[in-house]
């Protein structure tokens, strides 16, 4: 997306969300000034939390992970959730760093898991910092979500195509429902499919919110994936075995 048309969907989310739900904007930008502008901008158009990809262009050290962090987080006092993501950027942060910014900013408040499985890192998290200073969230579409939970993760950031489905299973499995880990083994099958690369990711919310006709087509921009006819009768398999 242009930098137009992700404040154009901010804007459009804060607007229809209208505080009834809280709105977290994800700050992606590489370098550190823009990342700091991201924040003050998204801080202003009013929504309730930041979350912060830290940088991985050009092999970054720890130190510089953590100095990009800590000026997002100077940049703004909202809530602050930390996007700990070696799917994508190669890494997580290096424990010790995660620790400074522990003591340093009370507004950071959470850390999203986002790899699988997330289950041993969020257990190594709690048993550093507790299950009370941090709220653990997994993203990765939700793979490896039980485990998660019994370690202490307490939300899942997912994909968009399917919020309904993950929303069931994730309700299901906290309250330990007998049918929830069948629920939750059923959806695995589309998370799977999904996370194959973060292209097949990105076609499959898209190919999924045409279906839904939240969108009207589910074209990607090149160089992204068009799913083939093959591509799409195994989803279309996939949602029938959801049923």
């Known amino acids: 997306l242009t930098g137009a048309e992700i404040d154009r969907a901010a804007e459009v989310v804060i607007s229809t969300a209208n505080r009834r739900v809280p709105v977290i904007l994800n700050v992606t930008a590489q370098a550190t000034c823009h990342a700091v502008e991201a924040a003050r901008h998204f801080t202003r158009m009013g929504c309730q939390g930041l979350m912060c990809l830290p940088p991985f262009v050009g092999g970054v050290s720890g130190m510089q992970v953590f100095r990009h962090v800590a000026a997002v987080l100077e940049s703004s006092p909202l809530p602050f959730m930390l996007q ?44 550093e910092f507790g299950r009370e200073r941090f709220d653990y969230l997994i993203g990765f579409a939700g793979l490896g979500l039980p485990d998660a939970l019994a370690q202490g993760a307490r939300g899942l950031m997912g994909g968009c195509g399917h919020v309904d489905r993950d929303l069931a299973v994730f309700r299901a499995l906290q309250s330990n429902a007998p049918q929830a880990l069948e629920q939750f083994s059923r959806l695995e099958t589309l998370l799977q499919f999904e996370m194959k690369t973060i292209h097949t990711s990105i076609a499959t919310h898209k190919w999924l919110l045409a279906r839904h006709g939240v969108i009207a087509t589910s074209r990607v921009r090149a160089p992204g994936l068009e799913f083939d006819d093959a591509q799409q009768s195994e989803l279309e398999q996939i949602l029938e075995h959801l049923k």
Not at 98 to 125: M, S, Y
């Open 84 to 127: 700990w993501s070696p799917s994508l950027a190669g890494g997580g942060m290096e424990w010790q760093y995660l620790a400074e910014l522990e003591r340093r900013f009370p507004h950071c408040q959470a850390v999203k898991v986002d790899f699988a499985p997330p289950g041993p890192t969020v257990a190594r998290l709690t048993g």
